[in-house]
């Protein structure tokens, strides 16, 4: 298995930084990811290393764009990027995992058990029914990542905003235009460059809502 010393050499671009005990969680997370993805298609990235950039750096890059705190939406969590990786870095985040899948579902709900997450949750719903039955504003954050249908999740993740709260997603550029262009409830900061991708972007909008 992966050293720790190289596990903060590979998420040194990221800004991230992690104890021993952050790390080992990480590492068991991880082990849990390759194990699993040879049975279910979890990622198509194979290698520890590249796991550890491409999702786990990725991920917790947010941390270094907004303040994680509350209580947070992971909408389409797959392998448990971003919402599950977030977790490990700030245990006491309360975070609510979406994924219609059940063998994902599964794998998600292993890696919490395992790894003593006691403040995640893990849901089988289409976020179009939660977003509906959910009570409004009671997020402080949703995350994102590498999911469609921007057009109608975004305005859906403003009712279940608080005011002030953040939308935070991970988007290509061309992505970045197209969301400046549409009427939203939400005020855009400047995108930020993911280290070691020429293309992907963290993009983050605040509620202009006031309660």
Not at 101 to 109: M, N, Q, S
Not at 110 to 120: K, P, Y
């Amino acid at each position: 298995m992966i050293a720790r010393n190289t596990v903060r050499e590979l998420l040194g671009p990221f800004e991230v930084i992690l104890s021993d005990s952050d790390i080992d969680r990480l590492l068991v997370y991880l082990a849990l990811l390759l194990r699993w993805n040879q049975k279910i298609n979890l990622t198509s990235i194979r290698t520890p290393e590249e796991c550890i950039t491409r999702h786990f750096g990725e991920s917790l890059f947010l941390a270094s764009a907004v303040p994680l705190r509350g209580r947070l939406l992971d909408i389409g969590s797959g392998a448990g990027f971003p919402g599950l990786a977030l977790n490990l870095l700030t245990p006491d985040l309360e975070v609510v995992l979406l994924e219609p899948v059940a063998k994902k579902r599964a794998f998600l709900k292993e890696v919490a058990r395992t790894c003593g997450m006691s403040s995640v949750r893990v849901m089988g719903n289409r976020f179009e029914e939660f977003s509906k039955q959910e009570e409004p504003h009671s997020f402080d954050m949703v995350t994102a990542r590498a999911v469609g249908g921007l057009e109608s999740l975004i305005p859906a993740a403003g009712r279940l905003l608080k005011a002030e709260g953040d939308l935070c997603l991970w988007v290509g550029s061309q992505q970045v235009e197209e969301i400046g262009k549409m009427d939203t409830e939400f005020r855009w900061l400047e995108s930020v460059p993911i280290p070691l991708s020429q293309e992907r972007k963290i993009l983050v909008g605040k509620t202009r809502r006031h309660e």
